[in-house]
């Protein structure tokens, strides 16, 4: 196995590739590049907040000027002159540095927004223009570069030959216009109650029916399996023996597919799964076990049937209509991924930034905990400010993680606007190590420790071997127990939530692949029907319980200090300590076909969960193939 | 013209596409990189001194050490221990950032070198290794990741098959191993004198024969032509009428070909060009007239020809064996661009550092004022620093001027080693704006003050139109005198010494294209024998004598505060002032087929050289096509 499924694992798509990665870099910073560079990431009230621009090899301005406001309003100004209502600050030149990319020189400047008191939002614009040239103007964050009246400076630039490439690859329209930015001037944090958290996604349809009903058998994997949220309040308490403290549910708002990620109406339950009285039964259930409840939502787009969609198509005077984006009126608009049955939302419109917030809002208000965003990168920065605003300000517990299968510099200018992303690079480096062998130990380890310093404190990143939209992690090690096992092993022993896709747990895999490498493939396959009764692997579930068990009662595992005590590449043997005031927790695996002795350090170690069977003798562990073992201590007080 | 010559603009090959410069990158950052990242860039006594790496992602050390040398010794050490006569210091792990190319994180550490006193070269190497793996260890600066033993580490990386491509297009061959660094500490400078110089670079077979001899006619362009030294003692007035203040010699030593830059003698004037004695009486003919000479310098290689390499070939316990590097013994070995009469030579061998250093220093005992470097990125930086001192050491008042076709990044890591650069980049935005009208005026002007922001006030970047090695740039104009006229201009009015290439001020210029598009033609178009007499354009010839003396009579020109004051895109017009102290020149110019109006800022100006008639009116120049103007005003004092 291993190598055959590499090609499968098309995770960063639009960023597979040198070209892409090229690309994207060029047609960023050939223009106005903000980047959402500033100072503090996530700014406290009285603290001055640096912005930072950059200004591409073939934007010859001499002045750059923020346009700002702190009421909410839209900022507007022009050539140094701030529009009413907006404030202004110049930008001062920084630094030159060389791009070889580019092949000539960015200019970096700086401005400073004075201080705010809590509970500002500050609304920003930033425009480069030339005092030699009347009427030129450059704005920000527009991709490429392209003066104020839309057209294209100079030549086709190399930014622009990769936009064109990614339309045509994958259907992605690029607009170019000025980019409104903001940022949230408050004492918000991550909510305490995320960073211990285990989280089972459930995808609704496909996890249990309820009320004795067996799941229905569609034609294909694209029907409906029946399953519902009464079938979830069924199973509340073989989730609960998990371990688990969070359950995410795929969407439950309406919508004419299994998956739900096409909305027709934000306000109802999907008549398929069950009611509004069911999802506040599920609440309540899962409340009382401790445990919260995220929902799916999805802002980017909505389902071509959802109302505000087919208003706008009838009628260009349609109160909707500004809430997309028309290409060419009515038949060509930006869409998901191209995807005509996906409009995208302009959700900088502000009767659609409204609207949206009012329907999360609105479930907000029956209870739940929070949100799980889809594709967090198609709506804007600023539209998550004011999000995560008006639901902290309903709920100053609820916990917002959005789905960015993006770099790390991406992902890292969300602190301060969501509470945390899904971890794609670390899903990544889990499988390449434990599921296609194709990093070492040492690289893994590398990975890790500098992943883990390369974001704020605050921002969470809840780790997984595989969800819904990927093959699923026993598929790929051909149903070998031992490597899930492995690999779970490691997972539940690192800092960020751990997410427990459905299924997993009990051993259900898939029949075919999600993608070949002729680009053919079933994605659905990841989506199986939950495995119940006799089905279900018990040595696996039994494992999967004592590990979440052990997570929860072991605080060092996940917030203590992390230290590499062991590695041996040619055998694959890695051991990590993890201490957290007298507690210790220590993780020691074999991820190599041969018995592998590893020495342990000195201390009274304790087996608190064990993959397979485990020998200590002589100081040293003996761990059978694929085998791992988390150990804990007490060390002595000092 | 323009666009028909664009394909023969093959300045920096190495770098012309995006492929090879993702690749080098990746090859570079893939592993362990320090690229001469030192702070403060040129140490004087009594500095710490603040040395940068970065560690690739697949470089999972967790140490990382410095082995350095005060007295001029080879710095030795392993995994933390220093050799005999070596000190050491260990970096510290500094920051982590994402590096989307190489889809990982890189890692940079820091380390500080202590204090040394005036005259010290410290010399170090860098090593990275895991304290968890026992004899693991990676040391710098190797192109690419490659762990000590010489394997490579992991699969084939990116910068892996960058490296075999460029062996097979530009027969460049890398060789994986450890690197020694160098700095000097001292209050060297730049010598004044250079500063506002001007260049004129003589080919010296093709420029004069002397004593009445006309030019020989040899069969094709890689004849002889019969220059010689004493032809350009004959012409020295001529020279010296255009304002040179420095005549930079093509290389004089023995050498079977007429371009000499495959050395066979290091110590002997090649006999067809001349003897000793003509060079010394060429530079007190110079000197006498507050003229410099520089001869060109090859360290990087020499002729197969040269008795080092013939001994070497001859006998593998030859002293001169280790001066070259044999990767199959006789047969192959590492040549300069996979040119096997052009053997390079290993400068970080002893034997050969101090040969090379010799024999320059018995030319400075001559007399010559400095040197022109051939190839500067060849030899190693460690390499510059000794050659330096030395050099200094004899003639304080020594220039070393490289030659190295490379990013902004890579020539700034000379500060310090040499006084300067020529200027590539530079000579690139020269061409693509008066030549080949393929940049706008404000994209130049950005890229000229972006350009002279980007070095250390000390570090000299001589400009060029076209030397040696490409198009003359009267061929890419298609002969129109006023578009050569209009970049000299701009040329002769920027800060850094103008270089002018032997015949440019005569109209010398092809018959035919260096380089067609599909890779054929004749470099040596570029180096047809200069015109005299009659053939001499004579308008050209005064334009240039008074542009000389413009530049040398107002500083302001090349030390002023330079201001960009107007600009049109569309037109093609183009001006900025520069300011010194209450002197003040503006230099005005049309790039564009039509005659233009550009408004003057206020002023009593004086027209100090026009390239063709230029009317005042109503506080506007009207320039024709393709003209331009430098004016000159005294401000009165404040």
Known sequence: MGADHVSSDFIFGTLATDARRLGAMQAELAGIAHRHRIEPIDPIPDQPVRLWVSLGPHIPGDRVT?????????????????????????????AVRWETFLWGYLEEWVADIPPQPAGTTVRYRI?????????????????????GDGTVLGDESPGDIYLHAMGVEFGLTFV???????????????????????IYQVFVDRYAPGGGRAFTQPDDLNGFYGGTL?????????????????????????????????????????????????LRELLDAAHVRGIRVLLDFTANHVSDQHPAFQAACRDPHSPTYGWFTFTEYPETYISFFGVRSLPQIDTDHPDARQALIDAAAFWLRQGVDGFRLDYNIGPSHAFWVDFRAAMRNIQPEVVLIGEAVETADLLRT??????????????????????????????????VCRHLSAFPPGFVLPSFLDNHDMNRFLWIVGGDRRRLKLAALCQY???????????????????????????????????LPMLWGAEQDQDLLTFYRRLGTVRRATAALWRGVRQT?????????????????????????????????????????????????????GGAAWLPAYGGVIFTARLPQD
Chains 1, 2 share one sequence.
């Open 230 to 278: 009464a079938g979830v309040i069924e199973q509340i308490d073989q989730i609960a023996a998990l371990g688990v403290t969070l359950i995410w549910l795929s969407p439950i708002f309406s919508s004419p597919s299994h998956h739900g990620y096409d909305t027709t109406d934000f306000y109802a339950v999907e008549p398929r799964l069950g009611t509004l009285t069911d």
């Open 127 to 147: 425009e480069a223009w030339s005092s030699l040239e009347d009427g030129s103007s450059w704005a920000s964050e527009i991709i490429g570069s392209t003066p």
């Open 493 to 527: 022993t690192l800092p960020h939530p751990p997410i427990l896709y459905y299924g997993t747990e009990v051993g259900l895999s898939q029949r075919d692949d999600v993608r070949h490498a002729d680009g053919s493939g079933h994605p659905e396959e990841a989506r």
């Open 565 to 617: 005590v062991y590695l041996d590449d040619v055998a694959g043997h890695y051991a990590y300590q993890c201490r957290d005031g007298d507690e210790i927790g220590l993780v020691v695996l074999n991820n190599g076909p041969q018995v592998g002795r590893v020495p342990l350090p000195a201390a009274e170690w304790t087996l608190a969960v064990v993959s397979d069977s485990v020998t200590i003798e």
């Open 176 to 198: 170019r216009r000025a980019r409104t930015f903001a940022f949230r001037v408050d004492h918000e944090q991550t909510p305490d109650w995320l960073y211990d958290g285990l």
């Open 414 to 447: 969300y602190s301060g606007r969501l509470d945390g992303c899904l971890d794609f690079l670390l899903l990544q480096a889990l499988r390449l190590f434990f599921g296609f062998h194709e990093i070492r130990a040492s690289q893994f380890d590398s990975f």
């Open 66 to 94: 923020c346009y700002f406001t702190t009421d909410g309003g839209e900022p507007v100004g022009a050539r140094g002159v701030a529009g009413d209502g907006s404030q202004m600050v110049a930008f001062v030149r920084q």
